[in-house]
Every structure is written in structure tokens, then in C-alpha cells.
């Protein structure tokens, strides 16, 4: 398993960014989708980006398409979320989350960060 810690939340205006980042450890992610996950208070937890394992294509929910951007460095084993024009319904907790090429489940998650946008 990838041991995965988040950084990068805090509070920001409507319109404003933030870049998340995930520190993988323990596991290169090379080998491994990375995603990005967020849960607001009283909802379920929705995906939010995918970056695969083999050709880096990614994938977004509707919500950030055009919005957010998933990278990853492997060489830094890291991964990260570039969110512009954020709005109040992005507030959330934001994870981490990492998927063996080979496996079907997300099996590793970080701890969270919290994003939280002001209007």
C-alpha cells in the first residue's frame, strides 16, 4: 500500500485558486492511478479527477471539467490538483487516493485537506 498525505487547502474567495498536492510514500505511483476526491459536510464522497497510470490521460467530473487540473510528478511521486475559479459549492475535504494498475478498488487514502471558498 502508498502511504498518501495532502497539503496545499485553506480558505480562499469565490474566483480565487488553490493547488493540492499528494506526497506518496512507500509505493511509486507510476504504477498507479492517482484520483482526487472531495466530501462536503452532510454529502457523499464524489470523485472529482483521474490521472492514469500508463499515459497520464485524465479525466474529470463535471463539476471541475474545465476548472481543475490533475498532474502528477513520479519522479517526486507526487501528485496534484490546480483548482481555478473556485466557487462555494467547492467547499470540501479533499483526498487523495490511489488505484493499483491492476486493481479495481481505490486502496490507499490520504487524511484529507480542507478547502473551504467564501462568496
Known amino acids: 500500500q502508498v502511504h498518501l498525505v495532502e497539503s496545499g487547502g485553506g480558505l480562499v474567495q469565490a474566483g480565487g485558486s488553490l493547488r493540492l498536492s499528494c506526497a506518496a510514500s512507500?509505493?511509486?505511483?507510476?504504477?498507479?492511478?492517482m484520483g482526487w476526491f472531495r466530501q462536503a459536510p452532510g454529502k457523499e464522497r464524489e470523485f472529482v479527477a483521474l490521472s492514469a497510470w500508463r499515459t497520464s490521460s485524465t479525466s474529470y467530473a463535471d463539476s471541475g471539467q474545465g476548472r481543475f487540473t490533475i498532474s502528477r510528478d513520479n519522479a517526486k511521486n507526487t501528485v496534484y490538483l490546480q483548482m481555478n475559479s473556485l466557487q462555494p459549492e467547492d467547499t470540501a475535504v479533499y483526498y487523495c487516493?490511489?488505484?493499483?494498475?491492476?486493481?479495481?478498488?481505490?486502496?490507499?487514502w490520504g487524511q484529507g485537506t480542507q478547502v473551504t471558498v467564501s462568496s
Open positions: 487516493a490511489a488505484r493499483p494498475s491492476d486493481s479495481a478498488a481505490w486502496g490507499s
Open positions: 512507500g509505493r511509486t505511483i507510476s504504477s498507479s492511478h
